[in-house]
């Protein structure tokens, strides 16, 4: 575009390209935002953390990640190395978490200044024996989480769906608990929590990376847990249930606070499903946009 814009003026006006440097050299994309007490933060491609203490106006990378020790084993996946789920505590401003595909966990309690690497499985043995490459191994989830979410309360519970499985952490990612078995698929990209109840969950598990990365059978299911991932349920009900081929992608599912809880998603065909008693039952709120990158709800009051 920037070739194309530099050599034709009419297309370089249409689309207000100018011929200037950008202000940044060490990424290419912004992949995510976070905000929490005061603070604006932004994850990149390749995986920086930006933080902004003015609402934007200014940037500061966070370098104690950006030069962790085990940054030079980083491995980006299919979609490059990126930063893409920023997590905060609602109350203690020094606790973040952040999740890069595909390094893995990553958690900080003096306010990003340092960074712990949090993969560890709590039962190596019981995830010891899988051939896919994403999958865990030597005693660590598999490394390309795709997206995570912070459970409600005092007790830093954490969810990832992971390239290769769904995790539940109770110790703010120290450890880390397969709750994947009735799951019809290891592979999904979102992950939502309700915002209330932390053992309310929900994902939308795909049929593979390499098999088309659409609902299994191509019937689109929801699946719930209401016990922390001990058992699941898939949720049918207005979803599309025949020739369903589209994908959701990792920030493409939101959720508003009301009671009963709303829980949206947004599909690659440029669908918007939502549903407001929990996720029991769905309906399609808006079709024909493009490719549903992210969906954010601002709530009723």
Request: hydrophobic share 35%; aromatic share 8%.
């Amino acid at each position: 575009m920037d070739n194309w814009a530099a050599n034709d003026q009419d297309f370089a006006k249409m689309i207000g390209w100018k011929d200037e440097a950008l202000p940044f050299t060490n990424f290419s994309q912004i992949w995510s935002l976070g905000l929490a007490h005061g603070t604006l933060y932004a994850g990149t491609k390749p995986a920086n953390l930006l933080a902004s203490h003015d609402r934007g106006l200014t940037w500061e990378r966070m370098e104690g990640l950006t030069k962790h020790p085990s940054a030079g084993s980083w491995d980006g996946g299919a979609a490059g190395l990126v930063l893409h789920s920023i997590v905060a505590d609602p109350v203690n401003p020094n606790k973040l978490w952040i999740g890069i595909s595909a390094a893995g966990v990553f958690a900080s309690e003096d306010r990003g200044k340092t960074w712990e690497r949090r993969n560890r499985l709590s039962n190596a043995e019981a995830c010891a024996h899988h051939d896919h490459p994403a999958a865990p191994r030597n005693g660590e989830t598999g490394h390309c989480v795709h997206n995570m979410m912070r459970a409600p309360g005092g007790e830093d519970v954490l969810y990832q769906q992971n390239h290769h499985g769904v995790w539940r952490s109770t110790n703010g990612g120290r450890s880390w608990d397969d709750i994947g078995q009735g799951l019809p698929s290891t592979f999904g990209f979102p992950i939502r929590v309700h915002p209330r109840d932390p053992n309310m969950i929900w994902t939308l598990p795909l049929n593979g990376d390499s098999a088309g990365r659409y609902p299994p059978d191509a019937a689109a299911a929801v699946w719930k847990s209401s016990d922390g991932g001990k058992s699941w349920a898939d949720k049918r009900d207005g979803l599309p249930q025949t020739a369903c081929f589209f994908t959701v992608l990792r920030q493409a599912m939101g959720g508003d606070r009301q009671d009963p809880a709303g829980i949206y998603f947004g599909t690659n065909s440029g669908s918007i499903f939502a549903s407001l008693d929990e996720g029991d039952s769905w309906s399609e709120v808006a079709r024909h946009l493009p490719t549903v990158l992210s969906v954010e709800v601002l709530d009723r009051s």
